[in-house]
């Protein structure tokens, strides 16, 4: 009898930079837009359900370069609980009765745990823009570190799939 195998791996033909910095994301967009010379803007938020079904929700800011056909998407590694419609109903939760919040907080890839940010560029010759991007990146002050990320290698690699 033969055997046939289901093939479940995705195609990640995109560029994934891992980005150290401690500035806020806003900052930080900000200042990639003006070293790449883009618009990255506030696009959507990416749901992402995580610990005992919590919901969390990353922000994901975009820019379409029609002239060379990329796509760039820019996202925090690190969210904060988004808090479910039922909150008015737990009247029996100990936090809820003291008006007090429990700030909890996920990574998109928690096996990343010192990157702060993602770059993700996709497009049909990413490949020939990588040195020009890393090096405009590389001039932004408050960037720590960079490093290109092989999204085949990650376990949450799926969680970069939009």
Do not use: W
């Not at 910095?21 to 070293?35: F, G, K, M, T």
């Not at 909150?87 to 890839?109: V, W």
């Not at 040195?131 to 002050?141: C, H």
Request: proline share 3%; charged share 25%.
């Amino acid at each position: 009898m033969t055997k046939h195998f289901l093939n479940t791996e995705d195609d990640f033909n995109f560029l994934v930079i891992g980005i150290v910095c401690p500035e806020n994301q806003y900052v930080l967009v900000s200042r990639i837009n003006h070293a790449l010379n883009i618009n990255l803007s506030l696009d959507d938020y990416i749901d992402l359900s995580h610990r005992m079904g919590k919901d969390f929700k990353f922000s994901m800011f975009n820019y379409l370069d029609e002239e060379f056909n990329l796509e760039y998407n820019f996202l925090p590694n690190r969210s904060n609980f988004s808090a479910n419609e039922k909150a008015g109903n737990d009247t029996g939760n100990l936090f809820s009765q003291m008006n007090e919040s429990i700030d909890e907080s996920s990574r998109l890839i928690p096996e990343l745990t010192k990157t702060d940010y993602f770059l993700l560029i996709k497009g049909d010759e990413y490949n020939h823009f990588i040195y020009k991007i890393t090096e405009g990146l590389k001039q932004i002050p408050e960037i720590v570190s960079i490093q290109e990320i092989i999204p085949d290698k990650l376990s949450s690699k799926n969680n970069l799939i939009f």
